[in-house]
């Protein structure tokens, strides 16, 4: 028992913080309350108030990290393209390589629509409570 608070009440202390109980008023029991429920909300805002600006600095290099991320993504799909369509050059000749790549990503872009869309109407015949088709 380090601490004062911790150690236990001695009897002519615990007699005499009763008879300091019978003593007090109701109304200063209750500004005691008020105030110590007014620290805590403002405790409680000063909180939210740091997890919220420790979020949106967290945020910004989220978004930050996660746009670059696009970017260097969308630049390699070009390169690979760019790349598919020099390596079938030889065999296809140059319009051939482009309109074999360009037919290649179109199908592919048409099967990720129809998933999409499939998807899409699952979504929201779940949300209206009625049965996917």
Not at 47 to 53: F, G, H, I, T
Not at 69 to 72: E, G, I, S
Not at 98 to 106: C, E, P, Q
């Given at each position: 028992m380090n601490t004062v608070d911790e150690q236990p009440p001695s009897p002519a202390?615990?007699?005499?913080?009763?008879?300091?109980?019978?003593?007090?008023?109701?109304?200063?029991?209750?500004?005691?309350?008020?105030?110590?429920?007014?620290?805590?909300a403002r405790a409680e805002a000063e909180?939210?108030?740091?997890?919220?600006?420790h979020a949106a600095a967290r945020l910004k290099w989220i978004a930050l990290l996660g746009g670059l991320?696009?970017?260097?993504a969308f630049f390699s799909l070009v390169a690979l393209t760019v790349g598919l369509v020099v390596a079938l050059t030889p065999a296809l000749g140059a319009l051939g390589a482009?309109?074999?790549?360009?037919?290649?990503?179109?199908i592919v872009a048409l099967l990720c629509t129809a998933i999409a869309v499939g998807m899409w109407r699952g979504l929201t015949a779940a949300l209206a409570n009625r049965e996917a088709p």
């Open positions: 202390a615990d007699g005499a913080a009763e008879e300091a109980a019978r003593h007090r008023h109701l109304e200063d029991d209750l500004r005691t309350l008020v105030d110590r429920g007014v620290a805590l909180l939210q108030k740091a997890r919220a600006s991320a696009l970017a260097l482009t309109l074999a790549v360009f037919g290649g990503l179109a």
